[in-house]
C-alpha cells in the first residue's frame, strides 16, 4: 500500500509538470501569501576557502552563526562534480515509467521517489529525487539493463571523494569547539553511513505557487550539497529570515545537521533551509548526506559539558532518530531534549516558531 501511495504520488507530480502549476500549492502559501525571496538582505553565507590558514576558526565561526556555508578549494575534482551532475541529468531526463521501475519499496530508504518530507504536507511539491545507500547497482541495473556501468562508477566515485571532504569538515568543525576526532570514537574507528540523494526541480510555470522542497533541516551529521548553476536553495537565519544561497561554480554548500547539532550540545544549529523553483530553468541538486554508523549513539560531547552547560539531549542511534523524524518532522529535536538551555547557554535550534509551509 505504502509502495502505491509513493507512486501515486509520483505519477500526479508528473502530471503537474505537464499540466502546469494551477493545482499545485503547498500548505501555508495562499494565493495572497508568496514566499519571502529576501534577495536584497545584506546578510551573505559565507564562502569559506579551506585552504585558508584561518580555515577552523572561519568554519566554527559559520557553523555557530548560521549552521550552512560554502566552501573552495576542497578538494573535489571539478570533472568529477561535472560528471555527477550529468549523470543526474540523464536519470531524470529517463520516461517516468523506466524511473517507476526503481522506485523505492515500501519500507525502503534507496530508489526513486518523490521527497520523504512530503507526507507532512497536503499539496505536492515540484520535485522529484533518487536516494542511493550503499550500492547503486541494483537500482541502476533497473534504469538501464545493459548500460548501468558507467552511472555507478561515477556514484562510487563521488562517494568516495565526498567522504573524505566529510572527514576533513568534520575535523574542523570539531577543532573549532576544542575537539578532537580522537575524541568521538567511532569517528576514527567505524566506517560511516551516508546516502546520495539527487534531487530535480523541473521549470515551474508560477514559482510564487510552489515550492520545490518545503523547510526542513536534515537528520544528519553534516551535509555537503553540489548545485547546478540555478539559483533555489535558500537558508533561514534567524534575525534575517530566509536568504538565497547562490550557486558559485565549484564550490560546494555544507549544511549542519541534527546530529551535529546534539554532538555539539546546540552550540552548531542545524539550519532549516527551503528549494525554491525557477520559471524558466531546471535545477538539479546532489546532496551527500554524511551520518554516523546507524547504531553508534550520538550525544552531547563530554568536552562540551558540565555542571553550567549540561546535555542538552539524550544519546540516540542515527537510526532510531531517523524514526522519530519520520514521526515528529520539526519537532524531532524537542523529543529529544533533556533540559531546557540554563545559564546563557543558547540551544540556537528546534526551528518551533519559523513557518514552514
Not at 184 to 206: E, G, H, I, M
Request: with cysteine; aromatic share 8%; charged share 20%.
Amino acid at each position: 500500500m505504502a509502495q502505491w501511495k509513493d507512486t501515486a504520488r509520483v505519477l500526479e507530480f508528473s502530471a503537474f509538470a505537464r499540466k502546469g502549476i494551477e493545482k499545485v500549492k503547498v500548505r501555508g502559501l495562499g494565493d495572497h501569501e508568496l514566499p519571502s525571496h529576501n534577495s536584497s538582505t545584506p546578510d551573505q553565507v559565507p564562502v569559506i576557502n579551506l585552504e585558508d590558514p584561518n580555515a577552523m576558526k572561519l568554519v566554527g565561526h559559520a557553523c555557530k552563526t548560521w549552521g550552512v556555508f560554502q566552501v573552495t578549494n576542497h578538494g573535489v575534482p571539478t570533472n568529477l562534480l561535472q560528471q555527477m551532475e550529468a549523470a543526474g541529468r540523464k536519470l531524470f531526463a529517463l520516461p517516468m515509467q523506466q524511473k517507476l521501475k526503481a522506485a523505492r519499496s515500501p519500507n525502503g530508504v534507496s530508489g526513486y521517489g518523490v521527497a520523504r518530507i512530503s507526507a507532512f504536507f497536503p499539496k505536492l511539491m515540484w520535485s522529484e529525487g533518487f536516494t542511493i545507500v550503499g550500492s547503486p547497482y541494483e537500482h541502476a541495473r533497473k534504469l538501464w539493463p545493459n548500460r548501468y556501468s558507467r552511472f555507478c562508477d561515477v556514484i562510487e566515485e563521488y562517494k568516495e571523494e565526498m567522504n573524505k571532504l566529510a572527514q576533513k569538515l568534520m575535523s574542523l568543525m570539531l577543532g573549532s569547539l576544542g575537539v578532537t576526532m580522537e575524541d568521538v570514537k567511532w569517528a576514527t574507528t567505524q566506517r560511516s553511513c551516508p546516502a546520495l540523494q539527487l534531487n530535480s526541480y523541473p521549470a515551474c510555470p508560477d514559482p510564487d505557487r510552489a515550492m520545490g522542497l518545503a523547510a526542513h533541516t536534515d537528520s544528519t551529521l553534516l551535509t555537503i550539497l553540489h548545485q547546478n548553476n540555478t539559483s533555489g536553495l535558500q537558508a533561514h537565519k534567524e534575525g534575517t529570515g530566509w536568504v538565497t544561497v547562490p550557486p558559485i561554480p565549484g564550490a560546494l554548500v555544507i549544511n549542519v545537521g541534527d546530529l551535529l547539532h546534539i554532538l555539539s550540545n546546540g552550540l552548531y544549529p542545524s539550519v532549516l533551509h527551503r528549494a525554491m523553483v525557477n520559471r524558466t530553468q531546471h535545477r538539479l541538486s546532489v546532496a551527500y548526506l554524511y551520518g554516523p554508523p546507524s547504531n553508534v549513539e550520538i550525544s552531547p560531547l563530554s568536552k562540551l559539558t558540565d555542571q553550567v552547560h549540561p546535555p542538552l539531549y539524550r544519546a540516540v542511534t542515527w537510526s532510531e532518530y531517523l524514526g522519530t523524524k519520520a514521526k515528529h518532522f520539526n519537532k524531532a529535536l524537542s523529543s529529544v531534549r533533556l533540559c531546557g538551555p540554563l545559564n546563557g547557554f543558547a540551544d540556537t535550534n528546534d526551528h518551533n516558531g519559523v513557518r514552514v509551509g
